[in-house]
């Protein structure tokens, strides 16, 4: 596994998959181990995916100050794996939370960003709000499944401020278009994959600077693709949309029948749609 020096000389990692021109990819979480991302479906058979740790994850080196993990600080972090890279410009992927992160990097570097692409997008960066009523109106999409009771169920008690940690479980299906062995062993991997210290430092206060990022945004001169999941309650299409429209050259996708994750639920149109922007 390669590694690289961020800007205050802490050891950084990242993995690369496949062949071909590079796409950087940002994991969420916030701060989840990138081995959560795979190969994005296979999307490693179009291009080289360059998977960063960030910091305090992953093989990448826990910092002294935990103010680094602010999202505004990983920034130059992007921007030192880009000099590392030896690239004029970047195609870069951002997953969930990571897209505060890959919003802030344009805002910041814009003439470094030849394509941008935001994937079940964290929209707290741009000041996009994700309302009750946004994740209300899916659940009736899932409403025949098995364990879509004990979902809604828990739902309730996280708008009632009384979940414990069996709700949070019962949660789950929720975030999977397809809530099969494949899934359940994603959802599982979980627990040993995330810093959740880190997590807390993540958009704090005085991080995120949402008119400066949706002016950024607005003058963006990259293309910028934003994918939603049509089953997302993470991130529900509707408010995917308005991330797209915030963007000068900004498009949405809603991907059939995907949630969160959606290279794991149809991996075949998750990389097609990926490989079609990128080229």
Known sequence: MPFFSAPD???????????????VCLAGGPFRD???????????????????????????????????????????????????LGLETVDLL?????????????ERYPQRIRRLLLVTPGTDAAGVVVSTADRRELLPLRQDEPWFEAALAAVEAVEAGTAG???LLALAPLTYGRWDAEAQAHRAAQESQWNEPAAQIFGAQGDLDPDATRAGLAALPAPVLVLAGELDVVTPPGVVTRV???????????QPGAGHYPWLDDAEAFTSTVARFLA
């Open 165 to 167: 940690n069996h709700d």
């Open 9 to 23: 000389g802490l050891e950084l990692a990242y993995r690369t998959v496949g062949e071909g021109a590079p796409l």
């Open 34 to 84: 990138a081995a959560y991302l795979g190969d994005l479906g296979g999307l490693s058979a179009y291009r080289r995916l360059i998977l960063l740790d960030l910091r305090g994850t992953g093989r990448s080196a826990t910092p002294d100050d935990p103010a680094s993990y602010r999202c505004d600080r990983l920034v130059e972090d992007v921007e030192a794996l880009r000099v590392h």
């Open 94 to 106: 951002a997953h969930s939370a990571a897209a505060n992160l890959a919003m802030r990097y344009a």
């Open 244 to 254: 797209a429209e915030l963007c000068a050259k900004g498009d949405a996708v809603v």
